[in-house]
């Protein structure tokens, strides 16, 4: 069975999407902080290795800090400077 991620809207109840990967997840999930940061506190993401056992990854305002955590531990592109060839 593949790994994969689902993302619920705990106030209503109900399924938003589900991803192949998490990194798919999260991005979903900064969408809906851009909009509104309250609409996080809605949200509980989780991963499924076995269908009858998902795992919880984060929800509510655990999710804001999971999205934050995630930022700042992704790697920073080196921005060189560009050299003339002579």
């Not at 993302?7 to 109900?14: K, P």
């Not at 940061?37 to 509510?60: G, Y």
């Not at 800090?65 to 400077?81: C, F, K, L, M, N």
Request: hydrophobic content about 40%; aromatic content about 8%.
């Amino acid at each position: 069975m593949a790994v994969f991620f689902q993302l619920w809207n705990n106030d209503t109840n109900n399924l938003i999407d589900e991803y192949e990967t998490e990194v798919a997840a999260a991005i979903e999930v900064r969408r809906y902080r851009m909009g509104e940061e309250d609409a996080l506190s809605e949200l509980a993401l989780l991963r499924f290795d076995n269908p009858a056992t998902p795992k919880v990854i984060a929800m509510c305002d655990d999710l804001l800090r999971y999205i934050e955590d995630r930022d700042q531990s992704a790697p920073v592109p080196h921005v060189g400077t560009r050299r003339a060839v002579q």
